[in-house]
């Protein structure tokens, strides 16, 4: 066969376009249009929201547990919006909504802080104060801005940083472990779950930071759809179909008690409201101590905390390597090592200040492509409101007899009379 006759169908199918252009061309432009025109009307959306930052200042003693922040998450799940016609898609540009549950620590000084879009910053504080009357949510500046808005900024003031993000290593109908597993009738064998990062937090000296933050925006039912059919496919492994002499019928092997338990957990978890969530994490210091002990520090602490909720039948957490400022030039496309480092540090950095959480348009990908970082491979992970209390509530009184956070002296009442419920005044 000659080198012709080898391209010959490619050639003819380049014919075929060129001679039917009318056909394909319009469509395809219309298509990029719309994607366009989609992407550049959700971007206008999304910069006219009004962020508000609420720090939660807590009492000497919280004996409430992790439930108490669940119900908060429960009721917030029906705030989720979504376009309900063409006209809020295309021309109102209307995207779901996210929030961040954050846990910073300056030098050591834990903080907690909520921030969200100021419409439903009324209903929120309700919640708060209703399950929490012992705490205080005050509005404060957004701590980030006391640091430089871009790296190359950061740089400039001798700082570095190593950052990364934190998916699900099962799918998402899995589990984690819970803070109903760390719960002991036995007051003096309690474990409040979120300890481990307080303790992390509470390591650092004073130049050091370490920004701890979950970015959730409400789910669809799609991912209950996914579980349910991972259900089922469970619940048929392993079956036989057996010809006898009175027919058919199916050979059920028998589970053993983790199967059993397993197929019961994932149940369970997909009872709850689920929200789609973006674990972030940037550790900052000199430049200078960003080596040896520092630098494994920062790759390794946070994932050492998150360890405590992994459940080899259920579900872990896993570093994303596609996100972590982690490049070696054994690591694809294998050149431009420093440059490539720059650049992932470059944008985890700006997406930390944004909150940043990804939109399923593939345009809002490209308009935040880099030649030396695509960041395609960042990803959420699906978690119910019973994981997300686990990762981040108020600490009970286990964790704060010791002085890792600020505290308030003064008990809080409760809400203030005039504090408005809904978000909409007559």
Do not use: C
Not at 255 to 266: C, D, F, Q, S, V
Not at 316 to 339: A, G, H, I, L
Not at 347 to 366: D, N, T
């Amino acid at each position: 066969m000659s080198l012709l006759e080898f391209f010959e169908p490619t050639i003819l199918t380049i014919k075929l376009l060129v001679r039917f252009w009318w056909l394909w061309l319009a469509p395809s432009l219309f298509v990029i249009f719309r994607g366009l025109w989609l992407v550049w009307r959700q971007q206008l959306y999304m910069s006219s929201i009004s962020w508000v930052s609420l720090e939660l200042k807590m009492p000497r003693e919280i004996e409430k547990s992790p439930k108490a922040m669940e119900q908060v998450l429960a009721a917030l799940y029906p705030l989720r919006n979504s376009p309900g016609d063409i006209m809020d898609t295309y021309q109102a540009g209307e995207v779901t909504l996210w929030w961040s549950l954050e846990i910073f620590s300056f030098g050591g000084d834990i903080h907690f802080l909520m921030r969200i879009p100021e419409k439903h910053k009324r209903i929120i504080v309700s919640n708060l104060y209703a399950n929490y009357p012992m705490i205080e949510v005050e509005e404060v500046p957004d701590y980030l801005d006391r640091l430089p808005q871009t790296f190359e900024g950061l740089r400039k003031t001798g700082q570095d940083i190593w950052g990364g993000e934190v998916v699900l290593k099962k799918e998402d109908a899995y589990p984690i472990r819970t803070y109903l597993q760390f719960e002991n009738l036995e007051e003096s064998m309690a474990v409040d779950p979120i300890a481990g990062l307080m303790e992390t937090l509470s390591r650092l000296d004073r130049h050091e930071n370490l920004f701890f933050q979950i970015v959730i925006r409400p789910a669809d039912d799609a991912w209950k759809k996914k579980g349910e059919m991972l259900i089922k496919q469970l619940k048929i492994e392993g079956q036989k179909t057996i010809v006898g002499p009175l027919g058919e019928f199916t050979d059920r092997p028998i589970r053993t008690p983790g199967e059993t338990e397993t197929l019961k957990a994932i149940e369970e978890s997909l009872s709850k409201p689920g929200y789609e969530t973006l674990i972030r994490y940037v550790y900052m210091t000199h430049k200078d101590r960003m080596s040896g002990e520092a630098k494994d520090f920062a790759r390794r602490s946070i994932m050492t905390a998150l360890n405590q909720y992994m459940s080899q039948d259920l579900n872990s957490f896993e570093r994303n390597p596609k996100v972590t400022t982690d490049v070696k030039w054994t690591y694809y496309p294998w050149v431009f090592v420093s440059m490539r480092l720059e650049a992932r540090k470059a944008r985890i950095w700006s997406a930390l200040r944004m909150r940043r959480i990804p939109e399923h348009h593939v345009g809002h990908k490209l308009l935040n492509l880099s030649p030396l970082h695509a960041n395609v491979g960042q990803r959420t992970s699906i978690l119910n409101t019973e994981e997300l209390a686990t990762l981040f509530h108020p600490p009970t009184h286990i964790v704060l007899t010791g002085p890792l956070i600020k505290r308030v002296e003064a008990k809080k009442m409760g809400p203030s009379v005039g504090l408005e419920m809904f978000e909409d005044k007559e």
